[in-house]
């Protein structure tokens, strides 16, 4: 299914953009200059409904045409009574000779074995393929939430055929993965769930492709967070938002929500694979204090060996920053950090946001050297989200606030993630636009 924004939306979104620079000029010279430099490329709702999705979720990825592909948590046309809106969608962007972008639903879910909610950004194989989590359903899923790994591939006509590769089941195999897949050299994919596993607190997984074509994917559980500490402290971390990475010795980096020697903070983690064994072996990187932030809700960005990622929480409290508040902690807006291998351990330092240039992070960081850019989902001017760089140790600059048009948001409100393509920083907010279904969006640096 084709859905291309038609010429009459493109001229409002033109007028509005007008309209909000004109608007920022007036308010200050700074807020004009960041407001010039970001471009809406396509408003959900466009076609009048919400088949072409709704709340996109994740960073974008390119292929080498220059196409961009995402999803969306809700949308798509499989209407239901547990998605009244649609389960989500796959979709991609194309850039439209003489400027604009068409939009084309590459699957719609459709609350059964492939799947409901998808959150996370995709990944491509060498062949061109793409593969993704939803975060509900499946089919073998014991109801509400288990979730799916899926691939999507093109064919020959142009439609692209969807393969549930694995369902979770709980126990013990976990449930509920919010985060992206990534492969290894082998064509092996990780993951992590949130949920599930033995100690009911999340897992990291592996899946690796059938020995023989038409065979089915095998899951490995890598490690089961909670296995030290017990209880309530779970020092090894517990409850894993976001994915892995993998270095070039084939060990994997992650962070966890909560656990830790303190245990409402998280951690930073990494897995070591066992020689010839099979197993792996966890060590903790670093446990967040609070103070130096906590709650990483995303995964870790390399850059030289070194490790960036960002805390949803902790660190300063700000006005701005209004994510629910878990007794007895405070609002806090959190910030970015990175971490450096030292001899024998990681040397942490970290950049806290203060809500008025941005709070409460909830997507990782895209790196281009050591300049470090990302998103905040609340904070900044008006409360509803930033876009920023970092560069070196601790020069921030807020390139964008969202929310330029109060209430209305024509702009977006709440982003969640930024990838960088050409120069050009891209990403989507999950709500706000004309339609106010969400929005991807462009900023030239």
Not at 24 to 37: H, R, W
Not at 71 to 84: I, K, Y
Not at 384 to 394: M, Q
């Amino acid at each position: 299914m084709l859905v291309t924004a038609d010429l009459e939306a493109n001229m409002l979104i033109g007028r509005l953009s007008i309209v909000c620079v004109a608007l920022a000029t007036l308010l200050g010279g700074d807020l004009a200059y960041s407001q010039t430099k970001e471009t809406v490329l396509y408003s959900f709702g466009t076609n009048g409904g919400t088949s072409d999705g709704w709340a996109p979720s994740g960073a974008l990825i390119f292929d080498s045409a220059g196409n961009m592909y995402g999803v969306t948590s809700s949308g798509g046309g499989n209407l239901s009574n547990n998605c009244p809106n649609g389960c989500g969608t796959v979709f991609e962007l194309s850039p439209i000779s003489g400027g604009g972008w068409s939009e084309s639903i590459l699957h719609a879910f459709t609350e059964g074995e492939d799947g409901v909610g998808p959150l996370s950004s995709l990944v491509f194989d060498t062949q061109g393929n793409l593969y993704g989590t939803t975060v509900g359903l499946g089919g073998d899923c014991q109801p509400p939430d288990c979730g799916t790994v899926f691939e999507l591939s093109p064919t020959l006509d142009g439609a692209w055929t969807e393969t549930t590769l694995y369902s979770f089941t709980g126990f013990p195999d976990g449930y509920e993965p919010l985060a992206p897949v990534t492969f290894d050299a082998q064509g092996n994919l990780f993951g992590t769930t949130s949920s599930g596993g033995a100690n009911n607190v999340g897992t990291v997984f592996e899946l690796s492709p059938p020995s023989f074509p038409g065979g089915n994917w095998s899951e490995t559980i890598v490690y089961a967070f909670c296995q030290v500490g017990g209880g309530n402290k779970c020092l090894d971390g517990a409850i894993p938002y976001g994915g892995v990475v993998l270095d070039g010795a084939g060990n994997l980096y992650g962070t966890t929500l909560l656990g830790g020697t303190q245990p409402k903070w998280g951690v930073v983690y990494e897995l070591t694979p066992i020689s010839g064994g099979g197993a792996w072996t966890e060590s903790v990187l670093h446990n967040f204090n609070g103070t130096d932030g906590g709650e990483p809700e995303a995964g870790l960005s390399f850059d030289e060996g070194n490790l960036y990622g960002t805390v949803s929480s902790g660190g300063l409290s700000g006005s701005s920053c209004l994510k629910d508040q878990y007794p007895p902690y405070s609002v806090a807006c959190g910030g970015a950090f990175r971490l450096t291998p030292t001899n024998g351990g990681w040397a942490g330092s970290s950049f806290l946001f203060k809500g008025t240039n941005g709070g409460n992070p909830q997507a990782g960081l895209s790196m281009n050297g050591t300049s470090a850019f990302g998103t905040t989902f609340r904070g900044g001017t008006y409360g509803r989200g930033t876009v920023f760089s970092i560069v070196g140790n601790g020069n921030e600059k807020v390139l964008h606030s969202f929310c330029q048009v109060f209430p209305k948001c024509y702009d977006g409100t709440e982003p969640a993630g930024v990838t960088l393509n050409g120069g050009v920083i891209y990403g989507i907010t999950q709500y706000g636009g004309v339609y106010d279904q969400g929005v991807v969006f462009s900023i030239e640096q």
